[in-house]
T-cell receptor, first 113, second 112 residues
Framework: AQSVAQPEDQVNVAEGNPLTVKCTYS??????LFWYVQYPNRGLQFLLK????DNLVKGSYGFEAEFNKSQTSFHLKKPSALVSDSALYFC???????????WGAGTKLIIKP | ETGVTQTPRHLVMGMTNKKSLKCEQH?????MYWYKQSAKKPLELMFV???????ENNSVPSRFSPECPNSSHLFLHLHTLQPEDSALYLC???????????FGPGTRLLVL
């Protein structure tokens, strides 16, 4: 079965330090992978996606994600965290049978000053 | 974020009430979605409309009834809901089915 896992419920990072939010997936075939961010009392905002090509994908707000096929991972990264990056982050993979997104449970990112 | 709007933003209703959630997208997209978001759980896809035709219904109880009169508007009609239906209901749209989705701010629903 196709699935997405975000192994960490919460990640704490000091401001200015690099951050990583982990995502692993299970899907047959070539995956389409997405990251979204949700700020309090807001809807989800699209950050970036991987479809094909360069394994390092750059997105909004200085975020990037690295596609690793052998490890079936698509971790979200940022070189220097900001307090304003504190939010809920969701990873998703497109279901190849019906094109709908399969979502992870989300990771709460807390950036401390 | 103003590309997809949702009203109302907050709704409190009793189990015998009937209410409707509204979603409107200003992005010229052809697909629209309803999701249910509960704390610490993955988003649950409820319904998908593609060119006004319903293409997905993920075993949603009949107390939730969607309506898509055109590609820009999507409604979710609610009746005789249960307290466990309390959640954030998100609308999204995309250019085509399976493409990048853009979300509205959601309706926070509380069923008493």
């Amino acid at each position: 079965a196709q699935s997405v896992a975000q192994p960490e419920d919460q990640v704490n990072v000091a401001e200015g330090n690099p951050l990583t939010v982990k995502c692993t997936y299970s899907v047959s075939g070539n995956p389409y992978l997405f990251w979204y961010v949700q700020y309090p009392n807001r809807g989800l905002q699209f950050l970036l996606k991987y479809i094909t090509g360069d394994n390092l994908v750059k997105g909004s707000y200085g975020f990037e994600a690295e596609f690793n096929k052998s490890q079936t991972s698509f971790h979200l990264k940022k070189p220097s965290a900001l307090v304003s990056d504190s939010a809920l982050y969701f990873c998703a993979v497109r279901d190849l049978s019906n094109y709908q997104l399969i979502w992870g449970a989300g990771t709460k990112l807390i950036i401390k000053p | 974020e103003t590309g997809v709007t949702q009203t109302p933003r907050h709704l409190v209703m009793g189990m015998t009430n009937k209410k409707s959630l509204k979603c409107e997208q200003h992005l010229g997209h052809n697909a629209m979605y309803w999701y249910k978001q509960s704390a610490k759980k993955p988003l649950e896809l409820m319904f998908v409309y593609n060119f006004k035709e319903q293409t997905e219904n993920n075993s949603v109880p009949s107390r939730f009834s969607p309506e898509c009169p055109n590609s820009s508007h999507l409604f979710l009609h609610l009746h005789t809901l249960q307290p466990e239906d309390s959640a954030l209901y998100l609308c999204a749209s995309s250019q085509g089915n399976g493409e990048t989705q853009y979300f509205g701010p959601g309706t926070r629903l509380l069923v008493l």
